[in-house]
């Protein structure tokens, strides 16, 4: 089974900090993305890499930046942390071949006070 | 441009009743269609997908979904809901037919009562 693991299940930071979510997959996927889930908007897409060293932003990548150095791990942060990124981060890979399921990680509750 | 509507926030319905939750979808070319389903405190789980051929989708749990095109709609149906079924759902569609980036509805909250 593929397992995607988040490193913190709820996170808690300060206005102006930098944030790190750390994300790893174990099935040698080549995508990986990272989402932000929010009561009646669903996910939205922030960044997603197809591959190491590669990203593409996705619907709302303001205020963040992402990092992919290797295969497995897939890095979000948030350069300068605000009270509305407040949010359930979700990410999640997929892999090789056309239309493949995305697996997802439990998600990192973050708040920012 | 791409997009994919769940009309119904929540969806209530009796144990051993059918269900069915509701998607349509608005594409530019073949739709590649999903659905997942979200239990408290988790990620989401993959439950079926809509490629080609036969309409009718069968996935995970005994849940199936049927696509219709002249419809533009992709609902998920369960012959006999259960309890444990109660939990987040999402519809997804293909932003295109050569990436696995998805746009997802807005959920659609399946409460089962005893």
């Known amino acids: 089974d593929v397992k995607v693991t988040q490193s913190s299940r709820y996170l808690v930071k300060r206005t102006g900090e930098k944030v790190f979510l750390e994300c790893v997959q174990d099935m040698d996927h080549e995508n990986m993305f990272w989402y932000r889930q929010d009561p009646g908007l669903g996910l939205r897409l922030i960044y997603f890499s197809y591959d190491v060293k590669m990203k593409e932003k996705g619907d709302i990548p303001e205020g963040y930046s992402v990092s992919r150095e290797k295969k497995e791990r897939f890095s979000l942060i948030l350069e300068s942390a605000s009270t509305n990124q407040t949010s359930m981060y979700l990410c999640a890979s997929s892999g090789n071949g056309l239309i493949q399921p995305q697996h997802f990680g439990d998600g990192t509750r973050l708040s920012i006070l | 441009a791409q997009s994919v509507a769940q009309p119904e926030d929540q969806v209530n319905v009796a144990e051993g009743n059918p269900l069915t939750v509701k998607c349509t979808y608005s594409?530019?070319?073949?739709?590649?269609l999903f659905w997942y389903v979200q239990y408290p405190n988790r990620g989401l789980q993959f439950l079926l997908k809509y490629i080609t051929g036969d309409n009718l989708v069968k996935g995970s749990y005994g849940f199936e979904a049927e696509f219709n095109k002249s419809q533009t709609s992709f609902h998920l149906k369960k012959p006999s809901a259960l309890v444990s079924d109660s939990a987040l759902y999402f519809c997804?569609?293909?932003?295109?037919?050569?990436?696995?980036?998805?746009?997802f509805g807005t959920g659609t909250r399946l409460q089962v009562f005893p």
């Open positions: 594409v530019s070319g073949n739709p590649y």
């Open positions: 997804a569609v293909s932003r295109s037919y050569n990436t696995d980036k998805l746009i």
